[in-house]
């Protein structure tokens, strides 16, 4: 029977039939036949400690039977009021600069974001200094929306709907040994009028594809922006929950952002939801007797109870069970395996962040289109290995309860699987 599902970022007319998935658990989807594939991508980025975390299930069942949904505006519920407390005792950890205060909930990625720039809009305009200079990095992604498109590269991607983007300074990626450059375009950019802020996604530049830079730049990026008193939203949407090694990637520049966004890995991967940290100044500028100044954003699912409890327990999870001992083994054992690569002529920029490492593959059409990229894909699955590469960029992003032989398995696969016809 022909399927009359639309698949999302899937060229319907070249791609191979999608691939049924009955079961999954741990770092395994499973096929209705049994057949076993290793998530080697996390499902799209978003699942953490494993697939069915017994613990996040049993929060779902349990708040399934309590309250399944109520409208967020003029009512809350527990799970919600857990989660935020949670999650700010979580993200203020260790830093005492302007914390972080105020949660604000949506359901995706891209909605966490698009979230954060109403909120700096919002800021400066209730400030009585409005202000939409918005700065992002080349190569960046924050989303599918028309306002996180703007924010992100132009391509491909988003040709069609270009007469709709709306313009951003744009600064160049702070590549290794290029970084003073990205700096000094950023404070040139800050100079030049008022700025309402710096978004960027600290460390690692994912859809972009997977470019890496030192937190030092961050920390300087921060720096630049707390001088000329422009907000700074980081998009941990990818790199929030352990993924860099720490809990947030800007744990390893000491910085807090004035927004920070929160998607994929905040429900450990099992429900969909998304939240936009504020400082008590964001917020304080839109607390008024004046109506006008409200945030006026809503989802219809704002902050739905099992979507939060799922997130309740997932942070329980990182409480209760040695996560972070788990990233670092696993960040080793990342970095054991992708040592035999540097020397491999096949491969080029060999690199690591915490949990994630990538390669890019020598290819004379590189880029997203790059014809490799879906063969690669094909015969990483022929292997029951599921890698997704953005265009001849490999990378590898494993659930946390990955051993040392599912990483063989995925290693094996990329020496044999590529270059050889
Ligand atoms: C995936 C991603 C998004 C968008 O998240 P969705 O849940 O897919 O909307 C935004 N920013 C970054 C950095 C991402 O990796």
Redesign the pocket.
């Known amino acids: 029977m022909k399927s009359s599902v639309w698949h999302p970022f899937t060229q319907h007319a070249v791609a191979p039939e999608p691939t049924m998935i009955a079961r999954a658990e741990g770092q395994w989807l499973e096929a209705p036949d049994g057949r076993r594939i290793y998530d080697g991508i996390s499902s799209w980025?978003v699942v953490t400690h494993g697939h069915r975390h017994p613990h996040i299930v049993a929060a779902i069942r349990e708040q399934a039977t309590m309250l399944d949904q109520v409208i967020f505006a003029g009512f809350t519920h527990e799970p919600a009021e857990r989660l935020a407390r949670l999650l700010l005792a979580r993200v203020n950890a260790g830093v005492d600069n302007d914390p972080l205060a105020h949660v604000f909930f949506s359901d995706?990625?891209?909605?966490a974001?698009e979230v954060a720039l109403k909120m700096a809009l919002g800021f400066w305009r209730n400030a009585g200094e409005p202000r939409s200079r918005i700065i992002a990095l080349e190569h960046a992604?924050?989303?599918?929306t028309i306002g996180?498109m703007s924010a992100g590269a132009r391509g491909v991607f988003n040709a069609a709907y270009e007469p709709l983007l709306f313009e951003v300074e744009r600064v160049p990626f702070p590549a290794p040994g290029r970084e003073q450059a990205t700096l000094d375009a950023i404070e040139r950019a800050c100079c030049a009028a008022p700025v309402a802020a710096l978004v960027v996604?600290p460390l690692i530049l994912?859809?972009g594809g997977m470019l890496m830079y030192a937190p030092s730049v961050l920390g300087e990026m921060r720096r630049i922006t707390e001088r000329h008193g422009a907000l700074m939203i980081a998009?941990e949407?990818?790199t929030g929950f352990g993924r860099t090694g720490t809990f947030l990637a800007c744990d390893q520049a000491g910085v807090r952002p004035d927004i920070l966004a929160l998607?994929?890995g905040i429900t450990g991967g099992s429900m969909p939801l998304?939240a936009t940290l504020a400082t008590g100044a964001v917020f304080d500028a839109h607390y008024s007797t004046d109506r006008a100044k409200t945030f006026f954003h809503s989802s219809s699912y704002t902050a739905n109870p099992i979507a939060c409890a799922a997130a309740v327990a997932n942070l329980e999870v990182w409480d209760s069970e040695p996560v972070g001992e788990r990233i670092k083994r696993l960040a080793g054992l990342q970095a054991d395996r992708l040592a035999s690569f540097g020397d491999d002529p096949r491969f080029s920029s060999v690199r690591r962040q915490g949990t994630i490492t990538a390669l890019d593959v020598a290819v004379a059409d590189a880029g997203y289109f790059a014809g490799i990229g879906p063969q690669l894909y094909e015969r990483f699955l022929e292997r029951g290995v599921l890698l997704r590469p953005l265009g001849n960029t490999i990378y590898v992003m494993p659930p946390y309860c990955t051993s040392a032989d599912d990483l063989d398995l995925v290693y094996d696969a990329i020496r044999q699987v590529v270059g050889r016809g």
């Open positions: 980025w995706s990625g891209s909605t974001v992604y924050h989303g599918d996180t996604e994912g859809a998009d949407v990818m998607a994929k998304a």
